[in-house]
């Protein structure tokens, strides 16, 4: 018999272990300390915290409604620790696609015109979205296939809405790494627009 912890994680409430609580909590120290001198680390790490409660409503299933070890392993695992960025800021490319990284379709919410279908459709085929624009133009003028294919496309594909999508509409992988350097960029962006 084990006893369990209610938390609140990314905002969604888990029923997780005693023993598991304490390397949850742990990691998150560790990675507190680590973005401790970075101007955006209460957003990198919500961001982080999101993402692992996204991994553990993952591992959750109809007979199993307590996250355990094995889960927080898990989460470490896919997202990696501080000292795995520590050493080495800069991922090269062979380290950059040497795992495999979940890639899916979003529409982009922060390069669209319209909808965000040509900027979504282009990060996810490593396109510019003005190639994707000029392809919709030209099926539009051609009869109206491209409009009517836009709208569907807009029903069906889902906005990126958190960081953690945004990194999937890319194909990176969704770890602390690119968690942080997607926060910053977003971060530098807004500080850039307020200044102007």
Not at 10 to 22: K, L, M, P, Q, T
Not at 140 to 167: D, F, H, N, R, W
Not at 169 to 191: A, C, L, Q, R, Y
Request: charged share 25%; net charge negative; with cysteine.
């Amino acid at each position: 018999m084990k006893i369990t912890v209610s938390i609140n994680l990314g905002g969604y409430s888990f029923n997780i272990d005693e023993d598991a609580y304490a390397e949850l909590k742990r990691y998150l120290k560790n990675l507190e300390l680590h973005f401790a001198e970075e101007e955006s680390a209460s957003e990198i790490l919500s961001d982080i915290e999101t993402r692992v409660a996204e991994l553990f409503r993952g591992r959750l299933t109809a007979y199993k409604h307590v996250i355990t070890m094995d889960d927080v392993h898990y989460a470490i695992s896919v997202l990696g620790t501080p000292e795995d960025i520590s050493n080495n800021e800069r991922t090269s490319a062979r380290d950059k696609f040497s795992s495999p990284a979940y890639h899916r379709m979003y529409r982009d919410p922060d390069k669209r015109i319209i909808g965000g279908v040509c900027a979504g459709m282009g990060a996810y085929w490593n396109l510019e979205p003005w190639i994707v624009r000029i392809i919709f133009l030209a099926l539009a003028m051609a009869g109206g296939l491209g409009i009517l294919l836009y709208l569907i496309l807009y029903i069906v594909i889902p906005e990126a809405k958190t960081t953690s999508q945004k990194i999937e509409m890319k194909g990176e992988p969704v770890n602390i790494h690119n968690i942080k350097e997607s926060v910053k960029k977003e971060f530098d962006t807004v500080t850039k627009n307020m200044k102007l």
